[in-house]
């Protein structure tokens, strides 16, 4: 007998003996001819559920009394580690294998490389399903907001990708041999994520702006406990988005209006929401609430919150204790001194204290930093001090982000963070994390907004509803110091000025303006209809020779896009939001680098320059990489002669923690070319996954005799 035979043997007893165990047993088996992946978790999706874990090649045995839905996933090391993840629809007595195999996809909208996992035997269809519509309804394509879109169109979006959502599930149905359970909650599932993400921009613009009529008449949410968007849709309705500050109200609305599967759930996060912001304006309803549950629940997860947050909360309108004050050390920025909590505060008497928790390693918190930095001028003129603490276990990585983000003065670190008792104390589990102190230094919110988008709304409403609290006097100017002219260097030493010359822009491209996803003016006021893609269609440079497409590749890609819309992932925009110009509906031009690419990657010939022209160059760049990117776009920047002969060069100048757009300049004395070629030329250091840069108003002037 071969060994095909004996291994098909094997497994067929393998399945008869799964027949043994009990009817809510389930075997799921990774074969091992097939299996790549070292270790394979099967996750809870929700509070209470326990993962389970296993060897690749291995067979996983457990027991479930009703049907689960999990997270299954797991890494590999070949390939460069990538990984399969999917969610699982577990019936008890299900009884299946699978095997992998390594996919490559490219197309209009992304490439991605990854491993699909094949399921077979009894009810092997629940368990496919979900990689399956993935391939034909890519997550890619999802519509994502962003501030400013057209509220309308954005939910047109979401139906549309909602649909083809049903139409998958509705052929996958006639296909394969489905339950009911599992076609209820894989509809569930999809209506959902659509009202989720209808309710989540209520949440998102509660501040900015008000939501057209009838916005929300179509959100609902289908309470199926299997549903994970569900939960969450739920939590957003009833908590996150409620209007009123009554939490009794809110309260009994959840009691009342939401199956009983959800209400621990639910009271949880409501409890554990409302403590962790601290503000006292409903401090009544909230501990009467906090009470009934004590008197009243029998839940162990729910009365084990309001235990633990009901203390945190009452520690709102307090000072911090003495043991906390005199037993956590600091390291200043400026003076490098060892100092208590308690000086720290001391430096600030009188005055309001807006802290902020982070670290250089964590990217929303270094992206919060500078975001806000137009914010920062609210906090001076209101006499409200921020004061930043660190909890970098590397002296020197603080140092050095400190000064990147300029926010060297205010500027501290925490000594032993994890041992510290202040994280403890106010339960500093994840950060930024924001903290605010009145100007007697007591706390009026434990958990306070960020100072960016509608968050920072929502502080200086607060601040200024309390201004005997927070705001201090404003300091009255030396008006006996004299103010210093500042001297604006001219563009043109010889030209700017001077009745004997002209200056004239002669090509300017700020690559368009973007009023909505579908409608799009370019650099010279022509209307144009973008691309889905949004390529370098209306673009007039030349594209270069290695790979462009539009996804998340090591190949390089260019798109035109306003770097709010959708198209544009936001770890591609460096935390920006408006072009070079601070147009919010400018376009920019997004350039992925691609891996160890040296070489040019933008080429713009200007013509019918005349004779003995002064020139001057202009572009604004940005790094748009995350800033956790250890290594920023390099490029040199050079006009040349129409023969390849050097003209005028510069360098960028980015760093990982560079934010904002930065201007590049090339003077070029009198030249007699009628025509020059500007070229943005890679200089291909070995980036991990290649880099992004954005480009935007690249302006030609040219300085002539009259």
């Not at 939490?247 to 009691?255: H, V």
Request: net charge neutral.
């Amino acid at each position: 007998m071969n060994i095909f035979k004996i291994l098909s043997l094997l497994f067929a007893l393998f399945l008869v003996s799964c027949a043994q165990h009990s009817d809510n047993t389930v075997i799921i088996h990774s074969m091992p001819a097939d299996s790549i992946f070292t270790e394979i978790n099967i996750s809870a999706m929700s509070f209470g559920q326990k993962d389970i874990i296993f060897e690749g090649g291995k067979t996983c045995r457990f027991e479930v009394d009703t049907v689960v839905v999990r997270s299954f996933y797991s890494n590999c090391s070949e390939r460069g580690g990538n990984s399969f993840g999917t969610r699982i629809f577990i019936t008890p007595g299900d009884s299946v294998s699978f095997k992998t195999a390594f996919k490559e996809v490219r197309n209009n909208y992304y490439c991605k490389n990854y491993y699909e996992v094949v399921f077979e035997g009894k009810n092997a269809a629940h368990y496919n399903y979900f990689s399956k519509k993935n391939n034909a309804v890519p997550w890619e394509e999802a519509p994502n907001y962003n501030p400013g879109m057209d509220l309308l169109e954005y939910k047109q979006m979401l139906q549309d990708f909602r649909d083809r959502e049903h139409k998958f599930l509705r052929d996958y149905k006639k296909k394969y041999a489905v339950s009911e359970d599992f076609i209820n909650y894989a509809s569930a599932e999809i209506n959902d994520l659509y009202a989720y993400k209808l309710y989540e921009i209520l949440y998102l613009n509660k501040c900015l702006q008000t939501l057209p009529e009838g916005y929300l008449d179509d959100a609902v949410i289908s309470q199926n406990p299997l549903s994970f968007y569900s939960a969450l849709g739920l939590e957003l309705k009833y908590i996150y988005c409620s209007s009123d500050k009554n939490i009794e109200q809110m309260y009994n609305a959840i009691l009342n209006d939401v199956h009983s599967k959800f209400h621990s759930t639910l009271l949880s996060t409501l409890i554990t929401y409302f403590a962790e912001k601290g503000d006292k304006s409903y401090k009544k309803s909230l501990l009467q609430v906090m009470n009934r549950i004590e008197k009243t629940s029998t839940d162990s997860t729910l009365l084990a919150t309001v235990q633990e947050y009901k203390p945190y909360y009452l520690l709102s309108g307090t000072m911090l204790p003495d043991n906390i004050l005199n037993n956590t050390y600091l390291r200043t920025f400026q003076s490098n001194q060892k100092i208590t909590l308690r000086q720290l505060l001391d430096n600030y008497k009188n005055t309001a204290v807006y802290l902020d928790f982070w670290a250089s390693w964590c990217s929303p918190c270094r992206y919060t930093i500078r975001a806000s930095a137009e914010n920062k001028s609210y906090f001076s003129e209101k006499q409200i001090a921020v004061v930043y603490i660190s909890i970098d276990e590397n002296e020197s990585a603080w140092l050095q982000a400190a000064k990147d983000d300029r926010i060297t003065e205010n500027q501290y670190l925490l000594l032993d963070a994890n041992k510290s008792l202040i994280k403890n104390y106010l339960k500093i589990n994840g950060i930024p994390r924001f903290i605010l102190f009145n100007k007697n230094h007591e706390i009026e919110m434990l958990n306070a907004p960020r100072p960016v988008d509608c968050s920072f709304e929502e502080l200086k409403k607060f601040i200024e509803y309390y201004p005997e609290k927070f705001i201090g006097e404003k300091l009255v100017a030396n008006t006996n110091i004299a103010k210093k002219e500042v001297q604006r260097k001219p563009i043109f030493k010889d030209c700017e000025g001077s009745s004997d010359f002209e200056i004239k822009t002669i090509y300017h491209d700020n690559f368009g303006t973007f009023s909505s996803a579908t409608s799009y003016v370019d650099a010279w006021g022509v209307p144009k209809t973008p691309a889905k893609n949004w390529q370098t269609t209306y673009s007039p440079f030349t594209i270069p020779s290695h790979k462009t497409m539009f996804g998340w590749c090591d190949d390089g890609y260019y798109i035109i896009s306003a770097l709010k819309s959708p198209a544009l992932p936001n770890y591609m925009k460096g935390g920006m939001t408006k072009d070079a110009s601070g147009d919010p509906n400018g376009a920019a031009l997004a350039i992925n680098v691609a891996k160890n690419y040296k070489g040019e990657i933008y080429r713009q010939q200007i013509d019918n320059l005349p004779a003995d022209a002064i020139l001057y160059f202009e572009v604004s760049i940005a790094n748009g990489s995350y800033v956790d990117n250890t290594t920023p776009p390099q490029v040199e920047i050079r006009i040349e002669k129409t023969n390849g002969k050097l003209l005028g060069n510069a360098h960028s100048n980015l760093t990982s923690a560079t934010f904002g757009w930065q201007k590049v300049n090339i003077d070029v004395p009198p030249i007699h070319e009628s025509s020059v070629v500007l070229r943005v030329i890679s200089a291909g250091e070995n980036w991990k996954s290649g880099c992004d840069l954005l480009m935007d108003d690249i302006i030609f002037r040219i300085c002539s005799r009259r």
